[in-house]
């Protein structure tokens, strides 16, 4: 069996690069490798397309890290956006999951990695758009609120409102795991810290 997969070069590639994507295991790897190579070529040719497309357009927003396909994303540039209130994410993926509960009309802010957040910047960019009150999207775990200490301290002199959403928000897993009703409830009855 060694010898015979070993000889299938390209396909062999392929299944060693589609073990390594996230929740994919050696069993959907060999599924999903015979399907986009042997039996839906044609869809295996979109997907390779769709990839590469992606990969080239998408960056993210130089005001809020949001995904974006241009400079500044969709969300920043909206004036019918509620820029008093500043919801701050940890995974720009997390934006997704609230704007699919439609409850939240704010703006945002991708935290991503907290020693490269440009405070200067961002305390600039909250005082532009005058900015009252920061939400914290997160899931309630030890460092999650150690981030929200540290960035409410860098903040302090604002004069901001600082919540987080915590009831019915379970701990210790993503954001994209939470329901959306316990999500848009956790918005709406979210606490002040
Ligand atoms: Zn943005």
């Given at each position: 069996m060694k010898t015979y997969k070993n000889n299938l070069h390209h396909f062999k590639s392929l299944l060693e690069a589609l073990e390594q994507?996230?929740?994919?295991?050696k069993k959907s790897a060999l599924k999903m490798a015979y399907a986009l190579s042997v039996e839906n070529k044609f869809l295996g040719l979109k997907i390779a397309h769709c990839i590469e497309n992606a990969i080239n357009n998408v960056k993210e927003c130089?005001?809020?890290?949001?995904?974006?396909?241009?400079?500044?994303c969709e969300i920043c540039i909206?004036?019918?956006?509620?820029?008093?209130q500043l919801c701050m994410v940890l995974?720009?993926?997390d934006i997704f999951t609230i704007e699919e509960t439609g409850d939240y009309r704010g703006i945002y802010f991708v935290i991503k990695n907290l020693e490269e957040i440009n405070f200067v910047q961002l305390k600039q960019n909250l005082k532009e758009k005058n900015t009252q009150e920061i939400i914290f999207a997160f899931t309630p775990t030890l460092a999650n609120d150690a981030i929200m200490i540290y960035i409410e301290d860098k903040l302090k002199d604002l004069n901001l409102t600082f919540s987080k959403i915590a009831q019915g928000v379970p701990t210790?897993?993503?954001?994209?795991?939470?329901?959306q009703l316990s999500l848009s409830r956790a918005l709406t009855s979210r606490i002040k810290i």
């Amino acid at each position: 069996m060694k010898t015979y997969k070993n000889n299938l070069h390209h396909f062999k590639s392929l299944l060693e690069a589609l073990e390594q994507m996230p929740t994919i295991g050696k069993k959907s790897a060999l599924k999903m490798a015979y399907a986009l190579s042997v039996e839906n070529k044609f869809l295996g040719l979109k997907i390779a397309h769709c990839i590469e497309n992606a990969i080239n357009n998408v960056k993210e927003c130089e005001i809020c890290n949001a995904l974006s396909e241009n400079e500044i994303c969709e969300i920043c540039i909206d004036s019918t956006r509620d820029t008093s209130q500043l919801c701050m994410v940890l995974h720009s993926k997390d934006i997704f999951t609230i704007e699919e509960t439609g409850d939240y009309r704010g703006i945002y802010f991708v935290i991503k990695n907290l020693e490269e957040i440009n405070f200067v910047q961002l305390k600039q960019n909250l005082k532009e758009k005058n900015t009252q009150e920061i939400i914290f999207a997160f899931t309630p775990t030890l460092a999650n609120d150690a981030i929200m200490i540290y960035i409410e301290d860098k903040l302090k002199d604002l004069n901001l409102t600082f919540s987080k959403i915590a009831q019915g928000v379970p701990t210790g897993i993503g954001l994209d795991h939470v329901d959306q009703l316990s999500l848009s409830r956790a918005l709406t009855s979210r606490i002040k810290i």
